[in-house]
């Protein structure tokens, strides 16, 4: 809603209507300054419309006393003539300034009504936006884990937990998203109904008003409603931020896992490899052991043997 229009430009707006042959109206007025409430125009149209009956066009110079007398006869027969019509002009002015401040009143509503539906919009789609990126995480997490070697079942079943869990909470995001949606085309319904009982409210006062206060509590009940939404995202919001940690821990417990595995494998490839070497050395002195007697060519089987044993170790590894 637009501030600060002064008097000066919704005065020469008027004027310019008026000057253009048609009747400077709030809305006419408003269409031409292109900005300010209807409430703002209104006061300063009706000064405007005081100080333009009240100049007064000389044409004709008469003697003051004759000017005075025929002054003093026509507001005489004016007011005799115009006094019923002057009472009937006041309760008719005052009644239709009461059906021009509510028309005012249902415009600045109707106003509020549109902000705050077009705010209700955007935290809806802020809302799917982040939920779509929360769950696009969630599966390149489920992606990561599924490489994993090894695990123990304890872990196994926490993370299926954990997705079970992603899961249900993806589908109550869903569900509070059509909901929102649901309530957003509710509200633009309940606002056009509040537009076309403005309207009618122009014809019947009595109307307007109890049309204006059911719209007021039904509007009221709505409000709540989205705040009552917005907490219900913001609690589903904690938990899956709750539940991506609880995927990070996971991880890390599975990658400590793998890594203490890792870290015994090796262990045990050089363990193996020494108990071979070890063996491989026992069996060369145990043949050199029993070719010793051998007599004079015994010097020369000994090197074949310790090659042939030597290949055959190198064979088992």
Known sequence: MSKGLTELEVFTAADTIAASGEVPTNRAVRAKLGTGSFA????HLQTWRKNRR???????QLPPALIHSFAEEIDRQVDEATSSIRAELTVTRSDMDDHVDQCLEFEDQILELTSSIEALERERDEYKTMATA???????????????????????TQLATAQLKCESLSERLAAFQKE???????????????????????????????????A????????????????????????????RKEIQDLRSELKET?????????????????????????????????????????????????EEVSADANTRQ
């Open 216 to 243: 007021e509590e039904k509007f009221k009940a709505q409000y709540e409603k989205a705040i009552d939404l917005k907490s219900q995202l913001d609690d589903l919001r904690a938990q899956l931020l709750e539940s």
């Open 134 to 156: 929360r769950l696009d995480e969630i599966k390149r997490l489920e992606v990561q884990l599924s490489h994993t070697h090894a695990a123990s079942e304890e872990t196994r």
């Open 180 to 214: 929102a949606e649901a309530h957003s085309s509710e509200t633009k319904t309940k606002l056009h109904e509040l537009q076309q009982t403005m309207e009618s409210s122009k014809a019947s006062q009595q109307n307007a008003e109890r049309e204006a206060a059911i």
């Open 40 to 43: 703002t125009i209104q006061k």
């Open 54 to 60: 009240q100049t007064v066009v000389t044409d004709y």
């Open 258 to 306: 793998y890594q203490n595995h890792a870290q015994d494998s090796d262990k045990l490839r050089e363990q193996i490899a020494l108990e071979r070497e070890r063996n491989a050395e026992l069996e060369r002195d145990a043949l050199v052991a029993q070719i010793s007697p051998a007599g004079p060519r015994a010097p020369k089987l000994i090197p074949n043997l310790a």
